[in-house]
Each structure stands twice: as structure tokens, then as C-alpha cells.
């Protein structure tokens, strides 16, 4: 079972949502993953996501609500075989928190999606659109889901 930690910086918004939507679009898909999400701050460990962000997803058919907020750590990088960041600066993070030898693939969420106009996924946090913020999650959810599935 391939094991996927999505990470961002709170945990609260993009990350979750990509776990869920993720996870939904796996289940559907007969594919079967241990799936996670984490932050690279420590600002909302143990709150559930963004109400926002819960109400957007709901609309779509993902549950956020029983998620809660957790922080990177160094085990995480031995406990799963991918992790995903939502963009570079989480990306960077991820790579100074990376334990010393460690070898776990590392990757833009967007990376794998074809001809996509942007790399990174914006915080809606702060733009406060939640649905272009989802609109580019199941896109990578769709590019990876498929990319997972091409590697057997």
C-alpha cells in the first residue's frame, strides 16, 4: 500500500481538502492508499479546517470535518513513501525538516499535471477562493491517482 502525506503550511485548508479529495477519488478508483496531511507550522495542531474550506469541500461531496491539524515531523519522512507540498515554500520547509540521509520523494502537488498553467496551489486562506483552490486539487488528485496507477 503506497503511503501519501499533503502537506501545507497550516494544515487547515489545502492540504487537508487534497487528503480528502484524494482518498474519495482512490475509493472510487478501487486504489488503495494510506493517506495523511500535515503542516509546516505548529499554528493550528489540533483544530479541524478552515470552516470555509469545510463548507466549499461539502459542496463537492469531501469530508473535512473529522480531520484535525498536525505538524510535520521527522518520523513522517520514514512513514510514507511520498510527500506531497502544496507549493514551493512548503516545499523548502519540508527539505530543511528532512532528517539527515533520508530519501523520500518529495513533489509540487501540480507537478504531475498535464499542461497545468501553475505549479503551486494558492492558499485560499488568503484569497479566499476556495473553489479554484479545490478546482486545482482534484486535477492533481486525477494526476496522481493516474501516475499511481501507471507505476503499478
Known amino acids: ?4 502525506l499533503f502537506v501545507c503550511l497550516g494544515n487547515i485548508c ?7 479529495v484524494v482518498r474519495a477519488k482512490a475509493g472510487a478508483a478501487g486504489q488503495n492508499l494510506a493517506l495523511d496531511s500535515a503542516g ?8 479541524a479546517p478552515y470552516p470555509p474550506m469545510i463548507a466549499a469541500a461539502a459542496a463537492r461531496g469531501y469530508d473535512l470535518a473529522p480531520l484535525r491539524a498536525r ?22 520547509a519540508l527539505e530543511r525538516l528532512r532528517p539527515a540521509g533520508n530519501v523520500t520523494p518529495l513533489r509540487l502537488f501540480l507537478e504531475a499535471v498535464p499542461g497545468a498553467e501553475v505549479d503551486e496551489v494558492p492558499d485560499p486562506y488568503y484569497t479566499r477562493d476556495f473553489d479554484a483552490t479545490l478546482d486545482l486539487i482534484e486535477k492533481a488528485a486525477d494526476a496522481l491517482l493516474a501516475t499511481l496507477a501507471q507505476a503499478g
Open 71 to 92: 505538524q510535520v515531523r521527522g518520523a513522517d519522512f520514514d512513514g510514507f513513501d511520498l510527500i506531497v507540498a502544496m507549493d514551493r515554500a512548503n516545499l523548502a
Open 1 to 4: 500500500m503506497k503511503r501519501i
Open 14 to 20: 489545502r492540504s487537508p481538502a487534497a487528503e480528502a
Open 40 to 47: 509546516t507550522s505548529d499554528w493550528h495542531v489540533g483544530d
